[in-house]
């Protein structure tokens, strides 16, 4: 069975999936490799090409060659093969892709359509890990067809928790949050998030604690979970895009330096998002510890696996070698 490296797509993660196509192609040394272009065509790519492509978080992705058209016909012509997904965001993440490769018995990696649209969706997830005694923060959708009460919503926030954050309810990496700390913050995000009523958002009250992430992977038939990292900013910094993945006024300390018994429920946190929500493979679950303890924040059902992302940090921590993690992925792919 050849196996099909499929990266890309047209979310604002897509350059993140170009590096984490990369570091694919360097563990699984024959697999054909699948670009999903801006315009959801699909091209074949040289392996040179892409190992020869520098700044992958600065710079678009261009193929060349020839297209194999949409991904629907090239997925047709994908019959018979398995698909290792390099997907971050958008419709790689969000269920559309793995439902449309369900359809089409193509194996592939990570999670099904259900758990990926699950874990997907902010609003869902919470709700699903509250139900298992997770703790959250408190939250609200911003009301975006009408702009008055869109402003109303994000003022009544912010008067209640003194500092908010918004972001879109099924978006990742960063893109599309705003940090409200004043109340000409209410006026200018409250105005972004109007502007773009096809873009669902939440408000959510700010949590003041140390940012953790942990790694949840399936190896061997047993669900374990990773060594958690810490994320610590710089003052007047916030974890955007450029933080997690170009190290601008960010530290990443891998594992974590914290007592064992708070590494502990960080990684139960983990484990229990992972479970719930149906995830398959592997995750990554976001948590902020404030003094009552680890807070859900959301759960990554295809995190980075860039060179420098959290989950390999955590697999060489936890002495597993990334070429057996993504093989074993790739014998667990259904």
Known sequence: MSIIILFGGTSGERRVSVAS?????????????????PDETVWPVERGSLSAFLQPFEKDFAPGGKSLGSLEAALDQARGSKMLLALHGGAGEDGTVQAMLEARHIPFTGSGSA???????????KNVVRVKGIKVADSVVLPQAAPDACRAALADMFSKHGRVVVKRIAD????????????????KVAAIV???PNTPYLAEAFLKGREMTCGVVEMHGALRALPPSEVIMAEGRTFDFEGKYMGKGTTEITPAEAPEEL?????EVAIISHTALGCRGYSRTDVIITERGPHFLETNTLPGMTKASFLPQQLAAAGINIGDFVHEQLRIAG
């Open 115 to 125: 758990a990926s649209a699950r874990a997907f969706d902010k609003v869902v997830a």
């Open 172 to 187: 990742g990496s960063s893109v599309g949050l705003y940090h409200v700390c004043t109340a000409e913050d209410v006026e």
């Open 194 to 196: 109007a502007g773009e």
């Open 263 to 267: 590494l502990r429920a960080v990684q």
């Open 21 to 37: 196509a990369q570091n694919f192609a360097g563990i699984v040394n024959k697999a054909l490799l699948w670009f999903i272009a």
